[in-house]
């Protein structure tokens, strides 16, 4: 359709004021970042060496001693762990993420994956299979406790279990793995360890302590003047400077032990001297979870900056478990590494990492067609099993060249319009800077012999 066309004269006219937006007005409309909720954290590129290299030794060692990788979920039903780690604990009392889902039930994020490598157990029948079942997973635990350095809301774990076995050399495999995977991380550690016995010993034993604090209340803290009352046990790894000092004097469990669970301990510290890993026998070592029986153990990094935070890890037996969760009586023990503080104590301790592979050939183009060749070659000298970097964001060839030379990459390919048309490739050699040109299709073979 034509438009009809206009000859009016328009008066020029001077445009209205427009108020300039106040800069308050201004930040308004800029839209908000939402923030990292409290307690998170990312964790960035910089530090996945670290982590990587944590995961590597993990694996490792899991293949080592025949431990299989099995992967569990992050949401439980809360009841999951209210009867496993025990209504009057600090992580079910306070720490625990509990929610209600649309369908009624009360689930929870789950703060600890022992309980939930248990249940898996009983409702996958793994029991039928040959024991023990040695089982391992790594992932994400939250807790909602006050975040400080080393302590975060979600935080990761390896846990490894063996489920299914009574005697103590399964007590001091775990053990000997954990060690393994302190000191292969290039860690100094310290391992702590205690027997805790059997509910019955704990009982007695329990009724003694709480005889014994009742005239030095006034001493403890808040929280250990609770505890004397709600969980006694707990008093015994306050970290308060006070409530320590008290401690020094307690009646120590291992006088209340029965005799089988004092020569299992027996056995168990026997096996850690004949693979030579020292310990300290800590009569004060309780854990802070009901489940545990018998064996319990914690490594600490030796030197840790913050002294409240050093345990690595927390581990143990927890023979009576999988029978309160409503399976038949199953033995069984495990360890919980924390990585993210092992990371701490790694950057601490000045661990130095394996380097990583440094890059062979720089894969570099000008002009469209050469960039959509440059891919297809790095693609086929990845194939080829060669380690490549690349700036295919960028269009200028010096900036390539200067990123090449800055990450000392002896080698690079370069393709733009011409070569794509002749079907080449240049080669430069980054040290002498001479070039030649090789055919597109004898390029891998050619870079082949430079490395041979
Ligand atoms: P636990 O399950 O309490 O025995 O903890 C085992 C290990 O997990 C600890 O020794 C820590 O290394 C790690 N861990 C526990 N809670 C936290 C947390 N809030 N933040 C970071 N690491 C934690």
């Known amino acids: ?3 009809p066309k206009k000859a009016t004269q328009v008066k020029e006219t001077k445009p209205p004021k427009v108020k300039a937006p106040a800069a308050e007005d ?3 409309k800029k839209p908000k970042t939402p923030q990292l909720v409290r307690g998170m954290r990312d964790i960035l590129p910089e530090d996945q060496p670290y982590w990587r290299r944590c995961y590597e030794v993990a694996q490792k060692l899991a293949d080592e001693f025949g431990f299989e990788r099995i992967e569990l979920p992050v949401v439980e039903p809360e009841e999951l762990f209210v009867r496993s780690v025990g209504k009057t604990t600090d992580i079910v009392e306070k720490e625990m993420y509990v929610f209600e889902d649309s369908e009624g039930g009360k689930l ?4 600890e994956a022992t309980a939930s490598f248990c249940r898996s157990y009983i409702a996958n029948g793994l029991m039928s299979r040959p024991q023990p079942q040695k089982l391992w997973l790594w992932g994400p635990m939250f807790r909602h406790d006050r975040p400080q350095a080393g302590r975060y809301r979600q935080f990761f774990q390896a846990d490894y279990e063996v489920i299914g076995d009574a005697s103590p050399v399964a007590d001091a495999q775990v053990i000997l793995l954990t060690y393994l995977f302190f000191t292969e991380l290039g860690l100094n550690v310290e391992m702590h ?3 805790i016995g059997s509910p019955e010993d704990r009982s007695r034993y329990k009724m003694e302590l709480v005889q014994w604090y009742r005239t030095r209340k006034k001493g403890l803290c808040e929280n250990c003047q609770k505890r004397l009352v709600r969980n006694p046990l707990r008093l015994l790894d306050c970290k308060e400077p ?4 008290i401690r020094k004097d307690a009646p120590q469990i291992l006088d209340w032990l029965s005799t089988e669970a004092k020569e299992h301990f027996m056995h168990v510290l026997e096996y850690l001297d004949e693979l030579g890993i020292p310990y300290f026998l800590d009569p004060f070592i309780v854990r802070g979870l009901d489940y545990y029986t018998k064996t319990v153990f914690e490594f600490v990094a030796v030197g840790a900056q913050d002294k409240a935070q050093i345990a690595l890890c927390g581990g143990g037996r927890y023979d009576l478990l999988i029978e309160q969760l409503g399976g038949k009586p199953t033995p069984a023990c495990g360890v919980a590494p924390g990585i993210d503080r092992a990371v701490i104590a790694m950057k601490e301790q000045n661990v130095t990492l ?3 592979p440094k890059p062979q050939i720089f894969v570099a183009q000008l002009g469209e067609q050469g960039r959509r060749r440059a891919l297809a070659l790095y693609n086929r000298l990845r194939e080829a099993g060669f380690v490549l970097a690349e ?8 900036t390539q060249l200067d990123n090449a030379n800055q990450k000392g990459i002896p080698y690079v390919l370069l393709v733009g319009q011409r070569e794509v048309m002749d079907n080449t490739v240049i080669i430069r050699d980054m040290e002498s800077g001479n070039q030649e040109i090789v055919d597109y299709q004898k390029i891998v073979n050619e870079m082949k012999k430079k490395f041979k």
Do not use: Y
């Not at 006070?242 to 000092?245: D, I, T, W």
């Not at 700036?391 to 010096?398: G, I």
């Open 354 to 356: 394996p380097p990583a």
């Open 1 to 3: 359709m034509n438009m």
């Open 391 to 398: 700036s295919f964001a960028k269009d200028s060839l010096k």
């Open 26 to 28: 201004q930040a308004k």
């Open 193 to 195: 360890i205690n027997s």
């Open 108 to 111: 929870a994020l789950r703060p």
């Open 242 to 245: 006070g409530c320590a000092e």
